[in-house]
């Protein structure tokens, strides 16, 4: 799973793969791998990164915000 909206978020704020990384807690080899699909990270790593950057884990792995779809009853 290439979490293509991490790179997108990082890339926007400026920050590189080191300064990320140490801020997680992570190597910067594991973010490039999150970051590439090479790895995929844990629930836990992908809540640190959400709350890090204040993104919805869906829009980490995608790139895309979530969208609510009401469904009406019938």
């Known amino acids: 799973m290439c979490m293509k909206g991490l ?3 990082r890339k926007a704020r400026h920050l590189s793969q080191q300064q990320v990384a140490f801020d997680l807690n992570i ?3 594991a973010l ?3 970051e590439n699909g090479r790895r995929e990270p844990s629930l836990d790593i992908l809540v640190k990164m ?3 950057f ?3 884990i869906d829009f980490l792995i995608t790139g895309k915000e ?3 779809n009401e469904m009406k009853k019938n």
């Open 7 to 9: 790179r997108l978020v």
């Open 27 to 29: 190597t910067r080899e």
């Open 32 to 34: 490039s791998h999150y």
């Open 50 to 52: 959400s709350l890090y």
């Open 54 to 56: 204040n993104k919805s």
């Open 66 to 68: 979530f969208i609510k």
